[in-house]
C-alpha cells in the first residue's frame, strides 16, 4: 500500500483519472441507459473546478516542501507514519508543511457541517425525485461517505498537531502516537 501511495502522490494526473473513472461508474450505476462516453466526458468537466483547486494547493504544498515533488511525498510518507525529520533542512521543511496544512483546516468543522447538510439534502431531493434505486444509492454514498470524510479528516488533524508537537520540541506526544500506530496499524 505504500508504494501505492507513493506512487499516486508522485503522479496526481493518475488520481484525476481514478477518481473521474469511479465517480462515472456511480453515475451509471446509479442512472443506467446513458452512454458510457458521454457520461466520463461529464464527470471530467464537472470535475476541472476541484481539480484546478487541488492543483492549486499541491503547488502550495510542494513549495513549502522544498519545490519538489519527490520531497512532498517523502515528507507526506513521514508524516502519515509519525517520523519526525532529523535533517534541520527538512524539519524546517515538515514544520512548514504542517502549519501550511493546519491554517489550511482551520475551518475543518463548519465545512463538515456544510457538507454533511447539502449530501443529505440532495439525498432527500433524491428521493422526492426519482426511484427507489437514486434513493438508496445517494443515501449509502451519503452514510459511507460522511464517515469517511469525519474519521479521516480527524486522523489528518491529529497526526497535523502531533507533529507540530514534536516539532516544537514535545516528544512525548510524537512517540505515544507512533506506538499507537505501530500497534494499532496504520492508516
Known amino acids: 500500500m505504500e508504494r501505492v501511495n507513493a506512487y499516486l502522490g508522485k503522479h496526481l494526473w493518475l488520481q484525476f483519472v481514478l477518481s473521474i473513472l469511479c465517480a462515472s461508474a456511480l453515475v451509471m450505476l446509479l442512472y443506467p441507459g446513458h452512454s458510457a462516453l458521454s457520461v466520463v466526458l461529464r464527470t471530467a468537466l464537472i470535475s476541472i473546478s476541484g481539480i484546478v483547486i487541488v492543483l492549486i494547493g ?18 507526506d510518507r513521514k508524516l502519515r507514519k509519525g517520523e519526525v525529520p532529523v535533517d534541520p533542512s527538512e524539519r524546517e521543511a515538515m514544520r512548514a508543511l504542517v502549519t501550511q496544512r493546519l491554517h489550511r483546516t482551520r475551518h475543518r468543522v463548519a465545512a463538515l457541517v456544510l457538507l454533511a447538510v447539502l449530501f443529505c439534502a440532495v439525498t432527500v431531493l ?6 427507489l434505486r437514486q434513493t438508496i444509492g445517494f443515501a449509502l454514498l451519503t ?25 516544537d520540541g514535545d ?12 500497534q494499532g496499524g496504520s492508516a
Open 171 to 182: 516528544s512525548t506526544s510524537a512517540r505515544s502516537y507512533r506506538n499507537g500506530n505501530q
Open 143 to 167: 452514510g459511507i461517505f460522511l464517515v469517511w470524510i469525519i474519521g479521516n479528516g480527524n486522523l489528518q488533524h491529529r497526526r497535523l498537531r502531533v507533529m507540530q508537537a514534536a516539532l
Open 58 to 75: 499541491r503547488s502550495r504544498e510542494r513549495r513549502a516542501a522544498g519545490g519538489s515533488t519527490n520531497s512532498l511525498v517523502s515528507l
Open 126 to 131: 433524491t428521493a422526492l425525485t426519482s426511484g
